[in-house]
């Protein structure tokens, strides 16, 4: 679950990001295009009206001359301004059939379109030249005042305006979008610390910490909503568990008695036929009713205290209780490997539990005569093999699971001692390996951590 988790965490942030850069990319280009246009649009519209103002002032400054032309009679501030082609602004005076009644220095009507006499103001612009012809009527003359502005020289102040403001958005617009990766991300991988806790959370929980929930504190309230759920689901299988458990437990404990009363029953029978059958058929129920009553003592292992222990002098003393078994069944038995001290960490009872079921299933599922070795490495494993029949290779990952059994003829167990050991191997966060024994029978190996 940590793995997936941060799979989505990181796979999130990543789709976060992608969009935002792209965004980004697509702002940085659209972005100052539209605020070019938009601009220029209302450069133009400014420049209109100061060209409609120049206009409508020679307008009212025309004077008609002795000869029957016109001449501006402009207000002296205004006579330098056309006087010169520093401003790059320029004039003239145009009658209905196109001749230039009165034109400043600088002014070149024979370059200007030919359709400037129309009846409301006209703007235009030839290359660098805007200007604005605007009709007015003289003494019951139509004539059109024509003022043009040469935008490459220093008069056109809107236009060095809109210039150097496009440069300095660019400037300013790229860097603010380039910094809101970095703060949107440093923002998102805070947000998503909750999530990487939470993954820190479910993978702690383990077989010796039932009461573990993955913490929701500091998540995102769509991820709360997940984890509530992922806990209230841990909670109802650690409910289930413990019912399975405690049902194991009383019907051990309620069938030990009857079991006993019947055991002494039979003995009373003498050497009546049934006898040997009953007495097989009492066995085989008393050891189930162990497997189950190490099953329910499985809810109480993984509060077990784990402390350092010598795996040899453990496997030495439990050999020993049980070679009066195995000898009786025709078997023999050895320990190999416990001449030096192997340190582990580890509960003394659960893992005297562990391997008396894995002599026990060497025992059940072997015939007379085979040699059961226990051997032990400086490491920390513990393995109970044998020179019986083996395992099937297509059993092996099914070994474990309850109340599976891989000789389905032999009716002698239930199918739980290697689930017991399952267990007890992860309370003590090891692991059960399976295969081939070098004897050429089974093998099962118990890793445990070193002390």
């Not at 059939?97 to 009507?109: K, M, N, V």
């Not at 077989?207 to 997940?226: F, H, K, Q, S, Y």
Request: with cysteine.
């Amino acid at each position: 679950m940590i793995a997936r988790l941060r799979h989505l965490s990181g796979a999130l942030l990543t789709r976060i990001l992608l969009v935002e850069t792209i965004t980004i990319l697509a702002a940085c280009v659209l972005l100052p295009l539209l605020a070019q246009s938009v601009m220029r649009s209302s450069v133009a519209a400014i420049e209109k009206d100061m060209l409609r103002q120049q206009a409508q002032t020679l307008a009212s400054a025309m004077r008609p001359a002795p000869n029957g032309a016109w001449r501006v009679a402009l207000p002296a501030a205004e006579q330098p301004i056309y006087a010169s082609g520093y401003d790059g602004r320029a004039y003239a005076v145009l009658d209905a059939q196109g001749h230039t009644l009165a034109a400043s220095r600088f002014a070149l009507p024979a370059s200007w379109p030919a359709d400037l006499r129309g009846p409301t103001p006209h703007r235009f612009e030839i290359g660098p030249l805007v200007g604005l012809s605007l009709p007015v009527r003289q003494g019951g003359q139509p004539l059109w005042v024509v003022v043009t502005q040469d935008q490459t020289q220093p008069g056109a102040v809107v236009d060095d305006v809109v210039r150097k403001f496009l440069g300095s958005y660019w400037v300013v617009l790229v860097g603010l979008l380039a910094l809101m990766p970095l703060v949107n991300g440093i923002i998102l991988w805070g947000s998503l610390r909750g999530l990487r806790r939470a993954a820190r959370s479910a993978a702690a929980i383990h077989p010796r910490t039932p009461g573990a929930r993955i913490e929701e504190d500091g998540l995102p309230a769509e991820a709360r909503v997940l984890v509530h759920a992922t806990n209230d689901l841990i909670e109802r299988l650690s409910a289930a568990l413990h019912q399975v458990e405690e049902f194991a437990g009383n019907v051990a404990h309620e069938l030990r008695t009857p079991l006993a009363t019947l055991q002494l029953q039979v003995a009373t029978l003498g050497d009546a036929p049934q006898r040997a059958a009953l007495e097989a058929e009492i066995a085989r129920m008393s050891h189930v009713l162990a497997q189950l009553r190490d099953l329910a003592s499985m809810e109480n292992a993984a509060k077990a205290s784990l402390a350092p222990l010598d795996l040899g002098e453990l496997a030495i003393a439990t050999v020993a209780d049980l070679t009066p078994r195995v000898l009786a069944e025709g078997r023999s038995i050895a320990v190999l490997g416990a001449e030096a001290p192997v340190m582990v960490t580890g509960n003394a009872g659960l893992l005297t539990m562990a391997l008396t079921n894995l002599i026990e299933n060497a025992l059940l599922h072997t015939p007379g005569g085979t040699v059961i070795e226990v051997a032990l490495t400086p490491s920390g494993a513990i393995s109970v093999a044998d020179d019986g029949l083996g395992i099937a290779q297509d059993d092996h990952g099914k070994l474990a699971r309850r109340f599976w059994r891989a000789d389905h003829r032999r009716s002698d167990g239930a199918g739980l001692g290697l689930s017991i050991v399952q267990r007890i191997v992860e309370v003590h966060r090891g692991r059960l390996e399976t295969g081939a024994s070098p004897l050429g029978g089974a093998c099962f190996t118990l890793h445990l951590p070193p002390a």
